[in-house]
């Protein structure tokens, strides 16, 4: 069974276009994070929720929503897709109560390259 | 400001030994992470260190000082398959635990 999972793993679309892709984990865990790794492999958190809570949300333009409809799923939403959004997004979840517990796993990893 | 630095590529012979370095300045610190990458593929969880001193796990071990905000990932009988990006995180305090990734450092493990 796969602990996090991402959909879809590939993804081509035009400039302007509003996608989503979706985020499951079946850790139990209360966290889950979005991350974006660019074309430099340069690792970037963007959004994180706790028990469907945003907890993070970093300097990331208002074109990206995410959303939890509860603990284990995390959604992201870009409108008006750009070329710059181009990367590979992370899905990731923790657990919590403190040092290695807050140890992070990842999903697979969504390719989006905007055209 | 948060920085992590690390090398960006390092190159070490089958069998070798490696060290990979990582130095940090974050505001606060709540443990470190060391993750390794495969091209194309998850980061997947390597070691945490939250304490001062070494902790080991096979044929990788992991150092920290606090004092110093330096860690390092040494990799032992390398193979292979070890040849990957190599990717420290840093959890500082007050963030609703977030890491922050260093760039990376990519491993090519040769015959």
């Known amino acids: 069974d796969t602990a996090v999972s991402q959909t879809p793993k590939y993804l081509v679309t035009q400039m302007g276009n509003d996608k989503s892709i979706k985020c499951e984990q079946n850790?139990?865990?209360?966290?889950m994070y979005w991350y974006k790794q660019d074309s430099k492999k340069f690792l970037k958190i963007m959004f994180s929720y706790n028990n469907k809570e945003l907890i993070i949300n970093e300097t990331v333009p208002n074109r990206f929503s995410p959303k939890s409809p509860d603990k284990a799923h995390l959604n992201l939403h870009i409108n008006s897709l750009e070329l710059g959004d181009s990367a590979v997004y992370f899905c990731?979840?923790?657990?919590?109560?403190?040092?290695?517990?807050?140890?992070?796993?990842f999903g697979p990893g969504t390719r989006l390259l905007v055209l | 400001g948060q920085n992590i630095d690390q090398p960006t590529e390092m190159t070490a012979t089958e069998g070798a030994i490696v060290q990979i370095n990582c130095t940090y300045q974050?505001?606060?610190?709540?443990?470190l992470f060391w993750y390794q990458q495969h091209a194309g593929e998850a980061p997947t969880f390597l070691s945490y260190n939250v304490l001062d001193g070494l902790e080991e796990k096979g044929r990788f071990s992991s150092f920290l000082s606090r004092s110093k905000g330096y860690s390092y990932l040494l990799l032992k009988e390398l193979q292979m398959k070890d040849s990957a990006s190599y990717l420290c995180?840093?959890?500082?305090?007050?963030?609703?635990?977030?890491?922050?990734f260093g760039a990376g450092t990519r491993l090519a493990v040769h015959p």
């Open positions: 974050t505001s606060g610190f709540n443990g």
């Open positions: 850790l139990g865990h209360d966290t």
């Open positions: 995180a840093v959890m500082p305090s007050g963030g609703y635990n977030k890491l922050i």
């Open positions: 990731a979840s923790r657990s919590s109560g403190g040092g290695l517990r807050e140890t992070q796993y």
